[in-house]
């Protein structure tokens, strides 16, 4: 994949990503806690595309965007999360840059 442009380079969706879903699942105590679950592995290109200081309440924290594309689908959304190699990935932005329904380019937020 090309920057600024998506292109079928061979070899570019080198990396295995497994898409996940959140659901709520009962803590015992009458209230629930985020379960994440694999909804498919995938074959993605992973690019650093930027980095941004941040502060929550509790301290300061580095964002890190990354740029990942994937063959198109139709289940991609913001509710979702990319886990590649070990490091989780929340999706902030999708879009299908060419509107051919051939890719997406998903805008994520790197989680520690």
Same mark, same amino acid.
Request: glycine share 8%.
């Given at each position: 994949?090309? &920057? *600024? /442009? +998506?292109?079928?380079? %061979? *070899?570019?969706? #080198? ?5 996940? =879903?959140?659901?709520? =699942? %009962?803590?015992?105590? *009458?209230? &629930?806690?985020?379960?994440? $679950?694999?909804? =498919? $592995? ?5 690019? %650093? !595309?930027?980095? /941004? /200081? +941040? ?7 580095? =964002?890190? $965007?990354? #740029? +990942?594309?994937?063959?198109?689908? &139709? ?5 979702? #999360?990319?886990?590649?190699?070990? @490091? !989780? ?5 999708? @879009? ?15 989680? $520690?």
């Amino acid at each position: 994949m090309a &920057t *600024g /442009s +998506v292109t079928s380079r %061979p *070899g570019a969706l #080198r990396h295995r990503a497994d898409l996940e =879903a959140r659901t709520e =699942a %009962p803590d015992g105590a *009458g209230g &629930t806690t985020p379960v994440w $679950s694999v909804e =498919a $592995s995938l074959w993605v290109d992973l690019m %650093p !595309v930027g980095a /941004s /200081s +941040v502060l929550p309440a509790e301290g300061r924290r580095q =964002a890190i $965007s990354h #740029r +990942v594309v994937l063959r198109y689908r &139709t289940d991609i959304t913001l509710q979702k #999360r990319f886990r590649i190699d070990g @490091r !989780v990935f929340a999706i902030r932005t999708i @879009r299908d840059p060419d509107e051919r329904r051939t890719w997406l380019e998903c805008e994520c937020e790197e989680l $520690s």
